[in-house]
């Protein structure tokens, strides 16, 4: 969800600006930065990714990870379905 | 939809599977050179985790590293025997030999057993017999007035239709040869629900007498004469008659077995239910079971015994299913097959089994590191598996080619008579069985290496030096030893069977025939020239070398000759009737006893004097005469055949073989032709001076002076008669044999295999023995010891085994019980004798074992 959530925010990115991404926006949160390779794999299985060499920043050649639109609904539901997990857990955590 | 792209994405995958290895790494290495210029290279490492199990895990996201990973097994497993070609080789044949056989009974008996008759819904056809309760026959034919009755009464039957047997002769080149085909009523064609492939079959019209003559032909008949379709509604002539061709049948149909031709056959508009020569086909109406039109038709039956109480005295009804009908005693004979195959097959395997445990004990090292380097329990299994079932596999190939070859020679020889015996061949069906074979048998025998190589804890095998000795593991031998056990229980079951199939054939052929076949030419001819067969033979004694000339309704070695049961009527004795009364009946020329050399008992033969107008007169054989005149002299008493005149006994002939089942002459009376109704045809026997083959051309030559038109239906020594005679039975012992000698010879070089490696990882201990004193008497005592108790229990078990299924082999024995005592003891002491000298060769080697040396090694 991270994945898709940063790619839907900032448009093609190549992998390594998606784990400096994740890493900026959740400062907490500690991923072993190399696992994103598999679960993008994964995603391009799924066809919720597309992926195609391109130039990056620094003229190098990167691997560019884009959105598709089967890709932007399963961020939806995923992001709905989150929220509603973090709904009913609040409810549980609040004080009455 | 979604689906489908996914399942294309990998596949994609699949093939560019190098440019994806390139692309992640060169992605991930960018990434740490990136990371590397912001935090420097120690801490990017340490952030990004290990690379290499992270490009492990991608791939694997993409699912195909199963099959990679058998596809790894498979190559190293082709490499692996390659490797050992001496295993491989050894193992492939034994499957070969194994799956070959198998596939080719398998193929009989699907063309004969499984696959369903050619006509649509073969499972609701059936024929329909009288029985005749007070002679214990099921299955007798059917006059055609009880069948007009049936068909009437019954509700069981969508159609129901009577035919008999045909034959019309046709001239092929200059001899005049015998075509069979058959006469059938109006619902023969529907009944079977087979339509013509050409023109159309008969209608009811038809049927009437009155009609013009008709005919329907086979398509191999339709061949024969040309195969113009135009044929169709042209006429054909058959012996004097002219027929118009109505229709051909489609290739392949021959019902009854063997017809050429269809006639129409008019009903029987007399009221003589006494003619009882037809037989009934039928189809069962749909929901109706065999079962349900059996008690029907036997109500019926019933009400015609009541109604007919002369003719049909006793009579019932018997509704067989058609395919029962056809393939009737061959079921046993193939299941017999099928029995031995299925013991060759085992045996083959437990011998490849035994094998790949010795070739996985000397591996234990290599599957030890495997484990410790952290493969998988399941994945070693599976690399044994795969190794064992391509064993299978290619064992099947090579024995699926030899089974080809030897299904088409079977096919070819036909040497049992099998009926549909020319659909029989190696078809799609039987690549299945013999596929789904080889691969159980694999799974079968690579199963027990398997599990026990990649049993957790053989680690300690690794501590081992390559040569340690394995006498630790007594588990391991026993398992084997087992292997043994069984095999040699099932070879000594197939010897057994072999042995009782043997001793059914010795008995068969010692039986005394009664007669001196050597030197005698026979000839059948039809039974239109009966009448004047006595000319015949008086041109056929004229020829030089010809000693004497006789005929009969039977050659002396056929049981042809007509018999009943309570037709001999003994002067001063009650009319009698049963199957124990049955009692052949014979007409003979003067000189047939003399052309068959049989010999008198007592008092005469016939002669020329026995005349029509003499006194009428009869010859009885032994059988007879110890059956109805015990301790009685029978010469000048007075018998006759239903009902007709009495005839006074003049002489007693010697038993000649041929009359009866199971060795016991049949009782039977002897006419003379000019006195008596000639029953059959005519059988002619030429005794010749000269060796008789020698005159086939000359005697042959002389019928076709005296009569160009007569059909000659056999000319042949009465020598091969013979031998043919006993083809069927010599066939099925000689397969038997051949199935038990490979069981034998398998099944001893798995006790050697066993013994011998049990000697090879005993060498220390042998070697501590000796070196203790013990005697190289008592070295070998003890392996053959082993070696002995193995065949003990084999023994035991093939016999418990031998004694509940030899009685499967009952039908095909000739004069020995299934239990023969003979048969035991003889299959036990061949195969003990083998074991033996299977054991003896490696007990031999262990009493070599020098100590020094087997001390030493460790």
Same mark, same amino acid.
């Not at chain 2, 099998?418 to 659909?423: A, D, H, N, S």
């Not at chain 2, 049993?455 to 593991?473: D, M, T, Y």
């Given at each position: 969800m991270l994945i898709l959530k940063s790619l839907a925010r900032l448009g093609p990115m190549h992998g390594y600006g998606i784990a400096q991404h994740i890493q900026q926006m959740s400062e907490i949160l500690q991923v072993e930065e190399g696992s994103l390779y598999p679960a993008l794999q994964r995603m391009l299985i799924k066809g919720w990714v597309t992926a195609e060499w391109g130039q990056s920043e620094n003229n190098r050649r990167a691997r560019y990870y884009r959105l598709t639109a089967s890709g932007k609904k399963q961020l939806s539901v995923e992001i709905s379905e989150f929220e509603k997990v973090m709904q009913a857990i609040t409810r549980v955590i609040q004080p009455a | 939809m979604q689906w489908f792209s996914e399942v294309w994405r990998r596949l994609l995958f699949l093939f560019r599977r190098r440019q994806f290895d390139r692309d992640l790494e060169e992605e991930m290495r960018f990434h740490m050179e990136m990371k590397a210029r912001e935090a420097g290279p120690v801490a990017a490492q340490r952030k990004f985790g290990n690379a290499a199990l992270l490009q492990e895990d991608s791939r694997e996201a993409w699912g195909w590293t199963g099959l990679e990973a058998w596809a790894d097994d498979l190559k190293y497993a082709l490499r692996a025997l390659r490797k050992n070609p001496g295993f491989t080789s050894v193992a492939v044949l034994t499957m070969a030999l194994g799956i070959g056989a198998g596939t080719a009974v398998f193929s009989v008996v699907n063309g004969v057993l499984l696959r369903p008759l050619p006509f649509p819904q073969p499972d609701r056809l059936t024929m329909v017999w009288e029985t005749r309760e007070q002679r214990g026959e099921d299955r007798t034919m059917v006059s055609y007035q009880n069948f007009r009755d049936w068909k009437e009464q019954s509700r069981s039957f969508e159609r129901m239709a009577a035919f008999v047997g045909a034959g019309v002769r046709m001239n092929v080149g200059d001899e005049p040869v015998m075509i069979p085909g058959a006469s059938v009523s109006r619902d023969f064609f529907p009944a079977l629900g087979v339509q013509p492939m050409l023109g159309r079959t008969f209608v009811p019209e038809e049927e009437r007498k009155s009609a013009a003559p008709v005919t329907v032909l086979s398509y191999s008949f339709w061949q024969k004469l040309g195969g113009d379709r135009s044929l169709v509604g042209k006429k054909v002539q058959f012996d004097r008659e002219v027929f118009t061709v109505l229709g051909i049948m489609p290739r392949g149909f021959a019902f009854p077995a063997g017809s050429e031709f269809w006639l129409s056959l008019p009903p029987d508009e007399s009221h003589n239910r006494g003619d009882c020569s037809f037989r009934v086909v039928a189809r069962l109406q749909d929901g109706v079971t065999a079962a349900r039109a059996q008690s029907e038709m036997q109500t019926i039956a019933t009400r015609l015994r009541q109604a007919y109480p002369k003719e049909n005295n006793g009579a019932g009804a018997n509704v067989v299913p058609l395919m029962e009908q056809i393939v009737g005693e061959a079921r046993s004979a193939l299941s017999v097959f099928m029995g031995a195959v299925a013991c060759v097959l085992l045996i083959a395997c437990v011998n490849v089994a035994n094998l790949l445990v010795v070739r996985a004990a000397a591996r234990r090292r290599e599957f030890a590191l495997r484990l410790t380097l952290g493969a998988g329990r399941w994945r070693v299994a599976r690399y044994l598996l795969t190794e064992s079932v391509l064993l299978a596999l290619a064992g099947a190939a090579v024995g699926v080619a030899a089974a080809r070859g030897l299904v088409r020679v079977f096919v070819a020889l036909d040497p049992i008579h =099998?009926?549909?015996? !020319?659909?029989v061949a190696v078809d799609g069906r039987v690549l299945l069985y013999t596929m789904a074979a080889a691969m159980v048998t694999g799974i079968l025998f690579g199963l027990a290496p398997a599990l026990r190589i990649s049993?957790? %804890?053989?680690?300690?095998? =690794?501590? !081992?030096?390559?040569?340690?000795? %394995?006498? %630790?593991?007594p588990g391991r031998n026993r398992g084997r030893s087992v292997l043994a056990a069984v095999q040699i229980a099932l070879a000594v079951m197939l010897l057994i069977g072999a042995g009782l199939l043997m001793r059914s054939f010795v008995l068969r052929v010692s039986v005394p025939l009664g007669f001196r076949p050597e030197g005698v030419l026979g000839i059948e001819l039809p039974w239109s020239i009966r009448q004047r067969v006595d000319e015949l033979l008086e041109r056929l004694r004229a020829l030089p070398g010809v000693q004497a000339a006789g005929a009969a309704t039977a050659f002396p070695q056929d049981s042809a000759g007509s018999y009943c049961g309570g037709c001999l009527e003994i002067e001063g004795q009650p009319k009698r009737e049963g199957k124990q009364y049955d009692t052949g009946y014979m007409v003979a020329t003067p000189e047939f006893f003399r052309a068959a050399g049989m010999s008198l008992r007592e008092g005469r033969f016939f002669t020329a004097a026995d005349g029509r107008d003499a006194p009428q007169v009869v010859v009885i054989n032994e059988a007879l005469a110890r059956r109805d005149f015990p301790e009685q002299d029978p010469i000048g008493r007075h018998i006759r055949w239903g009902g007709e005149q009495w005839s006074t006994v003049i002489g007693v002939a010697g038993n000649v073989k041929g009359f009866g089942i199971a060795g016991d002459p049949m009782p039977a009376v002897y006419f003379p032709n000019r006195q008596a109704d000639w029953g059959n045809g005519v059988q002619v026997l030429v005794r010749t001076s000269v060796p008789p083959a020698s005159m086939a051309g000359a005697v042959r030559k002389e019928m076709r002076s005296w009569n160009r038109r007569m059909m000659i239906l056999q000319l042949d020594t009465v020598d091969n008669m013979l031998a043919s005679s006993v083809t069927v039975p010599r066939f099925y012992m000689l397969l038997v044999a051949v199935f038990a000698g490979l069981a034998l010879a398998v099944s001893s070089i798995g006790v050697y295999g066993t013994i011998n490696y049990s000697v090879a990882t005993r060498t220390q201990e042998i070697g501590i023995r000796m070196a203790l004193g013990a005697e190289r008497g008592d070295i070998l005592a003890m392996i053959l010891g082993q070696g002995m108790a193995l065949t003990t229990w084999g023994l035991v078990i093939g016999l418990a085994g031998a004694w509940a299924s030899t009685r499967v082999l009952e039908s095909l024995l000739f004069g020995v019980r299934p239990g023969d005592a003979v048969a035991f003891a003889s299959a036990s002491g061949a195969l003990a004798l083998a074991i033996l000298l299977a054991c003896y060769v490696p007990a031999r080697r262990a009493t070599r074992i020098d100590p020094l040396e087997a001390v030493k090694h460790e």
């Open positions: - | =099998l009926p549909r015996i !020319q659909e049993r957790p %804890g053989l680690v300690n095998w =690794l501590k !081992q030096g390559p040569g340690a000795s %394995g006498s %630790g593991e």
